[in-house]
C-alpha cells in the first residue's frame, strides 16, 4: 500500500472504472474530464484525456463488451447515456 507514481486527470476526479481483459482504467471527474489509461506491467500508461461534458463523473464498463457507459445528467436541458466502444488506442462514439 504505497504510492507508486503521479498522473494528471480532471479536476476532482471521483469515479473509476477497469476493464479487466483490456487492462483500461477510467478515471471521471467533476470537471467533466475523462482520462483512460492502459495498465502495462506494473505501470499506467496513458491513451488520452478528453472533456466529455460538464460533470461527467458516472462511468461503467461493460466486463463483456467493453463499451463504456457515461450517463450525463444535463446536455441542452435533458439527461444521456453516452455509449462509447475502446478502438485500439482511442475512444469511438
Known amino acids: 500500500m504505497r504510492q ?3 498522473a ?3 479536476n476532482n476526479p471521483d469515479v473509476l472504472a ?5 487492462r483500461r482504467l ?4 467533476e470537471s467533466g474530464i475523462v482520462t483512460v489509461f492502459e495498465l ?3 505501470s499506467l500508461a496513458e491513451l488520452g484525456r478528453a472533456r466529455l461534458a460538464a460533470h461527467a463523473h458516472s462511468v461503467a464498463v461493460d466486463q463483456a463488451t467493453h463499451h463504456v457507459f ?3 445528467q444535463d446536455i441542452d ?4 447515456l453516452r455509449v462509447m466502444r475502446p478502438t485500439k488506442s482511442r475512444f469511438a462514439v
Open 4 to 6: 507508486s507514481s503521479l
Open 8 to 10: 494528471r486527470v480532471g
Open 18 to 22: 477497469y476493464d479487466n481483459e483490456l
Open 26 to 29: 477510467y478515471v471521471a471527474s
Open 40 to 42: 502495462r506491467a506494473s
Open 70 to 72: 457515461f450517463p450525463l
Open 77 to 80: 436541458g435533458h439527461p444521456v
